[in-house]
């Protein structure tokens, strides 16, 4: 069955960095665009960056410039490298994919704080 697996969250200062994985199963995954996704506390959750299957990425503009997405096809993985987090960064993290996403993973939590 598909399941996604996020890993590496905690806390962390502002102005630190956080690298997450994610490890995807149950489909073809080197044809699939991935994406991470964020829920911060209270509010909904929301795509924040996207790469398709070749690589081609996609930054919503709250971490563009921040965050960089990457994927290894051949370890069925997709990455989230974190630098100069915010406390508003401070967030549940999901992995899905960018299209129809739904198998919702566990999540990971990254807080931002002092």
């Known amino acids: 069955q598909v399941q996604f697996v996020e890993a590496g969250g905690g806390l962390v200062q502002p102005g630190g960095s956080l690298g997450l994985s994610c490890a995807a199963s149950?489909?073809?995954?080197?044809?699939?665009?991935m994406a991470w996704y964020r829920q911060p506390p209270g509010k909904e959750r929301e795509l924040i960056a996207d790469?398709?299957?070749?690589?081609?990425?996609n930054y919503h503009d709250s971490v563009k410039g921040r965050f960089t997405i990457s994927r290894v096809n051949a370890k069925k993985t997709v990455y989230l490298q974190m630098n100069s987090l915010k406390p508003e960064d401070t967030a549940v993290y999901y992995c899905?994919?960018?299209?129809?996403?739904?198998?919702w993973g566990q999540g990971t939590q990254v807080t931002v704080s002092s």
């Open positions: 899905n994919w960018r299209n129809s996403a739904k198998y």
């Open positions: 149950g489909f073809v995954f080197s044809t699939v665009p």
């Open positions: 790469i398709s299957n070749i690589g081609s990425t």
